[in-house]
């Protein structure tokens, strides 16, 4: 399929270009909720998300299910989140409770798909290195396995290449999808050092139609939805 990202990228200068005011004003002190710790694994493991490999559970979940202003938690559409590293790769395990499920039809051959932002999503921010600009990684997954990775910079936004894989699966009895990716550590920081903390934040996107459900790990507080404000991030620590 052809990509334009023309709109997005405007609207993405935009949103990067106005948070200075929101970010300043109205994040308060982060709590001791606004850190996750990705354990270490010793070896690469095998994504599965339907039989999810035993080493996801060394790693300690965060769970969320407020809006981006970290109001209206609704339980039935809670999110957990799992990190692992090794020495090449971030792991990450999304388990997402859902009400209905609103996907794509379409994607390139590979699954990757443009705008995967407007439908269902899990979503995940990554800041490896600090910056005063807005430099960042965006990785997203839809319940059907499409996928999209992004690379923010103040100029706006560009395909990342990570050479991410994944694994979905959908658990219509328990009313779940798990995501499970494999994202290469090279692609994201030329420089790793785990005794460095990363700034990080996790999202979830759900519903057919306006208004949608738009969930945060970390609230955002801006007035309207946008998950674009680093200055809003937790800490992810690598035990």
């Not at 692992?84 to 792991?91: D, E, G, I, Q, V």
């Not at 490896?128 to 923010?152: C, H, Q, T």
């Not at 936004?157 to 290469?184: F, K, N, Y």
């Amino acid at each position: 399929m052809t990509r334009n990202y023309d709109h997005a990228q405007d609207q993405a200068i935009r949103i990067l270009r106005s948070n200075h005011f929101f970010c300043t004003m109205l994040i308060p002190t982060m709590s001791a909720k606004s850190e996750i710790v990705s354990a270490r694994i010793s070896h690469d493991i095998q994504l599965d998300s339907k039989h999810s490999a035993a080493e996801w559970e060394l790693a300690t979940p965060i769970r969320f299910s407020a809006d981006w202003q970290g109001k209206s938690p609704d339980p039935t559409l809670e999110t957990e989140v799992r990190v692992l590293w090794s020495p090449a790769t971030l792991y990450l395990r999304f388990v997402c409770r859902y009400r209905d499920l609103f996907v794509f039809e379409d994607s390139d051959p590979n699954g990757r798909r443009d705008h995967l932002w407007d439908r269902d999503v899990a979503e995940a921010f990554l800041q490896p290195e600090p910056s005063s600009e807005r430099r960042y990684k965006e990785f997203e997954v839809a319940p059907n396995g499409m996928w999209i990775d992004l690379d923010i910079s103040p100029s706006g936004l560009a395909d990342l290449m990570s050479g991410m894989t994944r694994s979905v699966h959908i658990d219509e009895q328990q009313r779940h999808w798990v995501a499970e990716l494999s994202i290469p550590i090279r692609s994201l920081t030329a420089r790793f050092d785990s005794a460095k903390p990363w700034r990080a934040n996790f999202y979830r996107v759900e519903g057919r139609s306006e208004p949608r459900q738009y969930l945060a790990w970390q609230p955002t507080f801006t007035p309207q939805p946008n998950f674009h404000v680093p200055e809003g991030f937790g800490t992810l620590q690598f035990a």
